[in-house]
Structures are given as structure tokens and as C-alpha cells.
């Protein structure tokens, strides 16, 4: 799986997790400006699941 696995320990969790402490507070607003980018790939794999 090439895509953010969901396990919990998996690699790019943790990751993300370690950005997020070192960004502190400001990793609240970063994330929510970044939240719309989310959706966006979220849209298109499903739009690619279903279309294959």
C-alpha cells in the first residue's frame, strides 16, 4: 500500500505525529488550512477506486 496506512504504529503516523508536537499550537492552524488538500486527495482515490 504506496498510500498514509492506517495502522497505528505504521511509519507515516508516526511521522505526522512527530510534525505535529514539534509544530505545537501553530500544528492546529497548519492542519486546518491544510485540511482542504485532504478532502481534495480523498476525492480523487475514491473517484479512482471507483472508476477502476
Same mark, same amino acid.
Given at each position: 500500500?504506496?498510500?498514509?496506512?492506517?495502522?497505528?504504529?505504521?511509519?507515516?503516523?508516526?511521522?505526522?505525529?512527530?510534525?505535529?508536537?514539534?509544530?505545537?499550537?501553530?500544528?492546529? $492552524?497548519?492542519?486546518?488550512?491544510?485540511?482542504?488538500?485532504?478532502?481534495? $486527495?480523498?476525492?480523487? $482515490?475514491?473517484?479512482?477506486?471507483?472508476?477502476?
Amino acid at each position: 500500500h504506496r498510500f498514509l496506512p492506517c495502522e497505528n504504529k505504521s511509519k507515516a503516523v508516526e511521522q505526522v505525529k512527530n510534525a505535529f508536537s514539534k509544530l505545537q499550537e501553530k500544528g492546529v $492552524y497548519k492542519a486546518m488550512s491544510e485540511f482542504d488538500i485532504f478532502i481534495n $486527495y480523498i476525492e480523487a $482515490y475514491m473517484t479512482m477506486k471507483i472508476q477502476n
